[in-house]
């Protein structure tokens, strides 16, 4: 894979859920070779606050009337500075992107595929259900294999109903089970995404793959529950960045590794390039013990 | 004549020049260490040049200085190690690196291939450290120089050897014995006098100054009291230091006679001309690689065009020809 930096345009911006909007860009090149999970950067040209770019992960590609491919798009919520600058992007204003960037979600192994999403960690599971569910390859360029999945279910968890952002995407992806959960109860389970991950682990059933995205303590939930389960997992990281491409150091993730003389001893590795996806029993959460 | 058609067909192509594109030489000394442009990149914002494959075209560059060595391997500090301020970013990596013999055996092979220098950026604790390495990368050939990193914020317990001229004097005469390498003091612009410090370097026998890195500072979430960086004090980067970083490159080239190697700050091709003509010999540019990756490598063609534009022959033609302030000039 190799990444491009780009002039990108937007070609739509529009609410998904309370302060949470997804912009739709141009760039073209990055999206023939974005895979789910992946990320790109996103920088206004030619501003100095903010500075740097923000990684954000693919939400989908999108494709014009004949099928070509026509563009990406992300979700964010407006939380800080550059959030708060995207939010007043228009259709045509021109931001500049680079990526695909990180290491992505692996395709579908076959079985039970359970994805769990926090708030706007959501945003990489709609590729990866279309891809397995067939309905999407990645990257376009050159398709990776995909063993199709007996189930795919997303298990979303929000505050509340409000925060619940492009569920319609989901819910239209055929084959898709979408089960939802809320903090309030204002919409599907009350209580934490994690206890409707745990009645998939319960049930018997072809062996079941877990992919995560999302808060820091919902991560580390999910973990546990892996590694008690015995069940494959893949959690994505969100980490600080400044660059996105492994040359800055910042967005170091702890993970544990065997030294040569096989004591069991840990490093740091960039999220941006090792990463963001890790396998679960091989992250070390710092600021949750 | 055979002589006078010779003279005609040497003058013919200069009278045209003035109207088409003089050949420039952007070719920089500094001191032992010859450079094709003096367009560099400062070492901890270049990976190890293999992770801006997909942006930079190498030979376009002056040279390349990768992520500082250490003796030792060192895992850095704990994150969060980056935090943006107002255009600027406070970085705490702590010289996140697998220590000189990994670094020889997965990373130098690679750098020695680029069409471009290879300047190696080393930092000790101790000037034994410095040494040590120093003697241990003399044998390979493609590293055209060594940069010494004496003034990374983020790592020392005590006193670096940056804030001290004794000090600084002590471990670049140390290392200028261990090698015969070119050597560049890469200097700490957190002392009261980086003259006094330059000086200290160049007379030791420093090549050439990097002028500077990065400046401690620190940033806080008042609503916890938790400071943002997991190591508390950060060093700055970024467009918010470039009139800091002028005027200590300033400073010193009224001050010191030693090339010096301007780095602060850098985005754009009018901050390089701005370093030049403030007596910088060469420039690294620097965090602007992690906004934009590609821009290294454009820089060159930029400055090739300003020199043409301005019929200079050569870019020493623009260094230090800044002038004296206005208020300055008046004779009493």
């Not at chain 2, 190498?58 to 943006?84: D, H, M, S």
């Not at chain 2, 471009?116 to 003399?138: P, Y």
Request: hydrophobic residues 40%; charged residues 20%.
């Amino acid at each position: 894979m190799s990444a491009v930096q780009q002039k990108a345009r937007v070609l739509l911006h529009e609410a998904m859920a309370k302060n949470t909007f997804r912009l739709r860009l141009d760039g073209v090149e990055l999206a023939t070779t974005i895979t789910p999970g992946q990320f790109f950067m996103v920088k206004i040209p030619g501003e100095n606050d903010p500075l740097l770019g923000r990684p954000f992960a693919l939400f989908d590609i999108c494709k014009d009337a004949e099928g070509r491919v026509a563009g990406l798009e992300f979700g964010y919520v407006v939380v800080g500075k550059m959030t708060g600058r995207l939010a007043q992007l228009q259709a045509g204003d021109e931001v500049e992107i680079w990526g695909p960037l990180g290491n992505g979600f692996p395709a579908s192994p076959g079985g039970r595929l359970v994805f769990v999403a926090g708030g706007i960690g959501q945003t990489p599971f709609l590729a990866l259900a279309r891809e397995a569910l067939g309905v999407q390859s990645y990257p376009q360029q050159n398709p990776r294999k995909v063993v199709q999945p007996s189930s795919v279910t997303l298990c979303y968890g929000a505050r509340n109903a409000e925060f619940l952002a492009g569920v319609e995407d989901f819910k239209s992806v055929p084959g898709l089970k979408v089960e939802l959960a809320t903090d309030d109860g204002s919409e599907g389970h009350r209580g934490y995404v994690t206890q409707l991950l745990e009645e998939h682990l319960k049930a018997p059933g072809e062996p079941v793959t877990i992919y995560a995205c999302g808060p820091e303590p919902m991560l580390k939930a999910v973990q546990k529950l892996a590694l008690s389960y015995n069940a494959t997992c893949w959690l994505s990281l969100e980490t600080p960045m400044a660059c996105g491409f492994g040359a800055c150091f910042s967005c170091v993730a702890k993970i544990r590794e065997t030294t040569p003389a096989g004591e069991e001893s840990w490093d740091y590795r960039r999220t941006c390039v090792e990463g963001p996806v890790f396998e679960a029993r091989e992250l070390i959460f710092e600021n949750h013990p | 004549m055979p002589g006078s058609n010779l003279v005609s067909f040497i003058k013919k192509p200069s009278v045209m020049s003035l109207t088409s594109n003089l050949p420039v030489s952007l070719n920089v000394q500094l001191g032992r260490l010859s450079l094709k442009n003096p367009i560099l990149v400062a070492s901890g914002t270049f990976g190890y040049a293999r992770e801006m494959s997909a942006f930079v075209d190498y030979a376009q560059l002056g040279g390349i200085i990768p992520k500082t060595v250490t003796r030792e391997p060192r895992a850095g500090n704990p994150p969060p190690r980056t935090v943006e301020t107002t255009a600027g970013l406070l970085n705490s990596i702590g010289l996140d690196n697998d220590g000189i013999e990994v670094f020889i055996t997965k990373h130098l092979e690679a750098l020695s291939l680029l069409p471009t220098a290879l300047i190696v950026n080393i930092a000790g604790k101790s000037t034994e450290d410095f040494v040590v390495m120093a003697r241990r990368l003399d044998e390979f050939n493609p590293i055209q120089a060594l940069e010494l990193n004496i003034s990374c914020p983020n790592v020392s317990g005590g006193v670096d050897y940056g804030t001290n001229p004794t000090m600084t004097a002590e471990v670049v005469a140390a290392v200028r014995q261990a090698t015969s390498k070119p050597i560049i003091a890469k200097l700490t612009p957190n002392v009261t006098s980086v003259v006094e410090i330059a000086r200290a370097a160049a007379n030791a026998g420093a090549d050439a100054l990097s002028l500077v890195n990065t400046f401690q500072g620190f940033a806080v979430d008042w609503k916890t009291g938790e400071p943002r960086l997991g190591n508390g004090l950060g060093g700055l980067s970024g467009p918010a230091i470039k009139p800091l970083a002028l005027r200590i490159v300033w400073q010193v080239a009224q001050a010191v006679d030693c090339p010096i190697i301007g780095v602060g700050g850098i985005q754009s091709l009018d901050d390089v001309l701005e370093f030049l003509v403030c007596g910088a010999t060469a420039v690294q540019v620097g965090t602007a690689n992690f906004y934009n990756p590609s821009l290294s490598s454009q820089l060159t063609s930029g400055l090739e065009k300003v020199l043409q534009d301005r019929g200079c022959s050569r870019v020493q033609e623009l260094i230090k020809t800044v002038k004296v302030p206005k208020n300055q000039r008046k004779t009493c």
